[in-house]
Every structure is written in C-alpha cells, then in structure tokens.
C-alpha cells in the first residue's frame, strides 16, 4: 500500500487499487500507516477501472 495527499494505493493481487480518504470508514487518513490490514469492497470508477470503497481496517 502507498498513501499519499488524499488518498492511496491498496496492494491486491493482480493491480493496485486506487482509494480516495472519504471511502475510509472508522479510520482516519492520518492513521493508516503501511501494512494497515483492510477489507474494502470493490467498484468502478468513471474510468472502468476497479476502486476500494467502504474500506475499514481489520480488527485481531
């Protein structure tokens, strides 16, 4: 995963899927660091391309 201003990247099997903050649920951008476990569902964006949205951090 790589984070950026504003959004990131999430590691997934064939791609990177890109995400913007406002699709993080009970976690803040700023507390994300990498290696965050995250379960997110996948969409396309306006481009045909795969997004994560509904992205929360996974809890032990």
Known sequence: ???HNGYG???YPDNNL???RDD???IEFTEL???T???FNLA????GQRVAK???RIED
């Open 24 to 26: 993080l649920e009970d």
């Open 44 to 47: 396309m964006n306006s481009k």
């Open 18 to 20: 890109f995400f913007m």
């Open 9 to 11: 990247f999430i590691r």
């Open 1 to 3: 995963m790589s984070l």
């Open 33 to 35: 660091i990498i290696g």
């Open 37 to 39: 476990e995250l379960e």
């Open 54 to 56: 509904q992205i929360r």
